[in-house]
């Protein structure tokens, strides 16, 4: 019987797997044509393909509050807020954008649009319930959380080096790396905050939309969205500051209270 880490690590792999096999596939049947609402049909299949086997793991091996989905702390949400400043004219920009353009939408415009909310919102969720959820929770332990959170910031950011089998070139598999490390940075801290993963899945999926729709339909959008990288490395030192001081803390206090009790 695999433990919760081993379990955790092997869901991983197979939904990496699952994606990389079903894109390269994808990518050789349709890399010929000019239509591009087949593939993001088909990679929105794929993704529900991989996702729908993480709904399945954490049904059968685990629980929901298990995955990051515990009672929610929304004093801890203030850190949230900047979060949600940045996407606020970002969403503004592409509503404002379609709504301008709607007369020259056409069925495949709006298919496009439909197609990639529905597959960033499947991607957002699930990486969020792996990396930042059963990664997290699964290697935590009462001694210490830093650990957990360094291999979920890690893991996070290694994962996405499989864009390359996606149709990225290397530079671009490893900016996509870079960046990614720095928001798994602040996130997997957020999520220790928050006890809640809710808030990080909505700013993943909102996120990943926008740039992916703007970039489709041929909109520009914010430069408020050159804030995020920034933001992650100011969020996630002061998080992460926190949190270590907060189980340095707890270790110790928890320390005093066995010697009294041995005393």
């Known amino acids: 019987m695999l433990d919760n880490k081993k379990r955790a690590i092997v869901s991983i792999i197979i939904y990496l797997l699952i994606m990389i096999i ?10 010929s044509m000019e239509n ?10 794929i993704q529900l393909v991989s996702s729908a086997y993480i709904f399945y793991i954490i049904k ?23 979060y949600v400043l940045i996407l606020i004219p970002m969403g503004f920009k592409l509503v404002q954008s379609i709504y301008e353009n709607l ?25 969020e319930v792996i990396f930042r959820g059963m ?6 332990s009462d001694k210490s959380i830093i650990g957990a959170m360094i291999i979920s910031s890690i893991g996070f950011s290694i994962a996405h080096i499989t864009t390359i089998f996606m149709g990225k070139s290397l530079i671009e598999a490893i900016i996509n790396v ?36 703007s970039s489709l339909i041929g909109v520009e959008v914010s430069k408020v969205s050159l804030l995020c990288n920034p933001l992650n ?31």
Do not use: C
Request: aromatic share 18%; proline share 1%.
């Open 36 to 45: 591009n609402s087949g593939e993001l049909v088909s990679r929105s299949i």
């Open 178 to 213: 870079i960046y990614s490390s720095l928001l798994g940075f602040s996130f997997v801290a957020l999520a220790i905050k928050l006890n809640n993963i809710w808030p990080v899945v909505i700013f993943h999926v909102i996120w990943n939309f926008i740039l992916m729709a």
């Open 135 to 140: 990664i997290l929770n699964s290697f935590k």
């Open 60 to 82: 059968k091996y685990y629980g929901w509050k298990d995955v990051g989905f515990g009672k929610l702390n929304f004093k801890s949400l203030i850190w949230f807020l900047p």
């Open 22 to 31: 079903g894109v390269s596939i994808n990518n050789n049947f349709f890399s």
């Open 233 to 263: 490395i100011i969020m996630g030192v002061i998080l992460w500051t926190i949190i270590i001081r907060d189980q340095r803390k707890k270790n110790k206090l928890k320390y005093s209270f066995n010697k009294v009790i041995k005393w």
């Open 103 to 127: 007369g020259s939408f056409s069925y495949e415009t709006w298919l496009t649009i439909i197609i990639t909310l529905v597959g960033t919102s499947l991607a957002g969720f699930s990486e």
